[in-house]
T-cell receptor, first 117, second 111 residues
């Protein structure tokens, strides 16, 4: 089954304790992206990756890191989490980047709810 | 400043009637628009899309209309079914690699 898998689904942790949210897709997609969803703000892009070893900042990258060493995996790293990073996070992937000429929609994982105390 | 706005946080519709969800945008460089549906505890799933060169796209019960001069798009669901109850996100693509999402509209279809 084609899917985007995020782990963990839920996490409660404390300020400053490094954490990683994993994301894996089995569709051989080149493009992957991380979003956070906050009430009244919709989904905002954190980072995206056009392909292996190619990553770039989205709208709200502060406090986050990503890596793309393999095509299928795109982990989100919070080196020193803070309470304002409490949110619902989604990983997404698509066959190609979202540029003109490519109308492949993004496929989303089921989300990771992070609470930073 | 939000470039994509869904001004109705929620909408309640009777089963069998039409649901109309609205979305306004400010960036005239958006070239592609999408609607996603999201159920609780799941990720958004793609519903329907429209290119900026078109004004209508239809897929079964779902139709998206685009009015470029007004920078407005809408999603029509006819007839509405209880299973359509979900959060609907409007999204717009900037030339490049980014989707910009609205805040979402909660649709409740009453049986």
């Amino acid at each position: 089954e084609a899917q985007v898998t995020q782990n963990p689904r839920y996490l409660i942790t404390v300020t400053g304790k490094k954490l990683t949210v994993t994301c894996s897709q089995n569709m051989n997609h080149e493009y992957m992206s991380w979003y956070r969803q906050d009430p009244g703000l919709g989904l905002r892009q954190i980072y995206y990756s056009m392909n292996v070893e190619v990553t770039d900042k989205g709208d709200v990258p502060e406090g986050y890191k990503v890596s793309r060493k393999e095509k299928r995996n795109f982990p989100l790293i919070l080196e020193s989490p803070s309470p304002n990073q409490t949110s619902l996070y989604f990983c997404a992937s698509s066959l190609l980047g979202q540029g003109a000429g490519n109308n492949q929609p993004q496929h989303f994982g089921d989300g990771t709810r992070l609470s930073i105390l | 400043d939000q470039q994509v706005k869904q001004n109705s946080p929620s909408l309640s519709v009777q089963e069998g009637r039409i649901s109309i969800l609205n979305c306004d945008y400010t960036n005239s460089m958006f070239d592609y628009f999408l609607w996603y549906k999201k159920y609780p505890a799941e990720g958004p799933t793609f519903l329907i899309s429209i290119s900026s060169i078109k004004d209508k796209n239809e897929d079964g019960r779902f139709t998206v209309f685009l009015n470029k001069s007004a920078k407005h798009l809408s999603l029509h669901i006819v007839p509405s079914q209880p299973g359509d109850s979900a959060v609907y996100f409007c999204a717009a693509r900037e030339y490049g690699n980014k989707l910009v999402f609205g805040a979402g509209t909660i649709l409740r279809v009453k049986s």
